[in-house]
């Protein structure tokens, strides 16, 4: 079985100020991660994703997470946060060993609110 | 289009009533999944479509729950004797390889 979990419900920063977004995972085998954003009354957007190689991945609007094997972490973080970043993030995972279920396992959200 | 597509946007039915929720995928994605989004709620996986094989209906809730993909492109979710604890957003992804690309989601209320 493979799960996430997304500790905090909600992340205050300050515009400017860097920012993380926890999550860690757990599968049996090696994981996909990814993280997706959902603004308000729109569906959810792919922000990146981690599949192998590096373990800093960059992506979409200044967005970069690190995936630590040892603590089964894949944190999503931004040097210094726009009021427009706030949304809700979704960490999800998969397990790159089950050939028979593809499905993405999503974290509970976790919200961002970006202060001015 | 260019994206995935859902239909309608919005639907309010009565308790009781069956609904369909349509979802057209990026043309040439062989995969499709259907999501659900509660209020409060992460996202609950309901059921996974890959090409010809047989749909993975793990998530499903109950049996009033169906799905189905036609000619491998459009899928249609049907929901019967809605309750109305089956008000939310129901999301439909669509992928090529292993990153999904969501529509904008259906907002179900039941009352």
């Known amino acids: 079985a493979q799960s996430v979990a997304q500790p905090e419900d909600q992340v205050n920063v300050a515009e400017g100020n860097p920012l993380t977004v926890k999550c860690t995972y757990s599968?049996?085998?090696?994981?996909?991660l990814f993280w997706y954003v959902q603004y308000p009354n729109r569906g959810l957007q792919f922000l990146l994703k981690y599949i192998t190689g590096d373990n800093l991945v960059k992506g979409s609007y200044g967005f970069e997470a690190e995936f630590n094997k040892s603590q089964t972490s894949f944190h999503l973080k931004k040097p210094s946060a726009l009021v427009s970043d706030s949304a809700l993030y979704f960490c999800?995972?998969?397990?790159?060993?089950?050939?028979?279920?593809?499905?993405?396992?999503f974290g509970g959200g976790t919200r961002l609110m970006v202060k001015p | 289009g260019a994206g995935v597509s859902q239909s309608p946007s919005n639907k309010v039915t009565e308790k009781g009533k069956d609904v369909e929720l349509r979802c057209d995928p990026i043309?040439?994605?062989?995969?499709l999944y259907w999501y659900r989004q509660s209020l409060g709620q992460g996202l609950e996986f309901l059921i996974y479509?890959?090409?010809?094989?047989?749909?993975?209906k793990s998530g499903l809730p109950s049996d009033r729950f169906s799905a189905e993909r036609t000619g491998g492109s459009v899928s249609t979710l049907t929901i019967q004797r809605t309750q109305q604890e089956d008000s939310a957003v129901y999301l439909c992804?669509?992928?090529?390889?292993?990153?999904?690309?969501f529509g904008s989601g259906t907002r179900l209320t039941v009352v």
């Open positions: 479509f890959q090409g010809n094989s047989a749909p993975d």
């Open positions: 992804a669509s992928s090529l390889d292993r990153a999904g690309t």
């Open positions: 043309s040439g994605h062989t995969a």
């Open positions: 999800a995972v998969r397990d790159m060993n089950n050939n028979a279920g593809n499905m993405l396992t």
């Open positions: 599968v049996s085998g090696n994981p996909y």
